[in-house]
């Protein structure tokens, strides 16, 4: 089955039910910014329920720009299995902080440089936008992905929801997806019965 990424948790009940339905990652988003950032200590606070549960899905601490010291900071509290990298980090950034990277690429008309960061774990596609890095609940347009050669296993993100969820994962076959804001009652609240509803169409197929 397709691997299921839920980003923007801020709450504890929150990511131990997504954990109970199946989620494989949940994401932390550690960018001041941004609606669903979550202060570290809470989010530490969180990440230890979640490795109490019997499901234990991989936590992933999100950045955009932030220095590698003040990601190993926040990694040292939170323990995540993964950082992903949501700005202009560079494949050298990646390589020196030395944890397994997830490096979103934003896709506007054409699809961006899938070789320039080599050193990254995985890879993640998310619709551009000038003004927001993720959340922003619109797709690009997937076709474009026909032509990745899948050099590394990709998350899918930008504007899924359980209504077309099927159509993404049969159309892109990604490795597993990503959603913030298409399983949320507001930024960073999600709603458990889209996450209920999310989970069982992926089930089914």
Not at 6 to 32: H, M, N, Q, S, Y
Not at 70 to 82: A, K, N, P, T
Not at 129 to 134: F, I, M, N, Q, T
Request: glycine share 8%; net charge negative; hydrophobic share 40%.
């Amino acid at each position: 089955m397709t691997k299921i990424k839920i980003c923007g948790i801020t709450r504890e009940e929150d990511a131990l039910f997504c954990a109970e339905e199946g989620a494989d990652f949940l994401g932390f988003i550690f960018v001041p910014s941004t609606p669903r950032f979550v202060e570290p200590e809470k989010a530490a606070g969180i990440a230890a329920r979640v490795r109490e549960s019997e499901e234990r899905p991989k936590i992933v601490g999100v950045f955009r720009d932030a220095s590698n010291a003040y990601i190993r900071e926040i990694h040292s509290l939170v323990g995540f299995d993964l950082v992903q990298l949501s700005g202009a980090e560079s494949d050298d950034d990646i390589r020196d902080l030395g944890i397994p990277a997830v490096k979103t690429l934003r896709v506007a008309a054409t699809l961006p440089d899938t070789h320039a960061c080599p050193n990254a774990a995985w890879l993640l596609f998310d619709t551009y936008d000038e003004r927001r890095g993720g959340g922003t609940g619109r797709r690009f347009d997937w076709s474009l992905l026909a032509t990745y050669e899948r050099s590394k296993p990709f998350f899918l993100s930008g504007g899924i929801t359980h209504e077309n969820v099927v159509a993404a994962i049969s159309l892109v076959r990604p490795d597993a997806i990503d959603l913030a804001s298409g399983v949320e009652e507001a930024p960073g609240i999600k709603d458990h019965d889209k996450v209920a509803r999310l989970f069982e169409r992926v089930r089914r197929g």
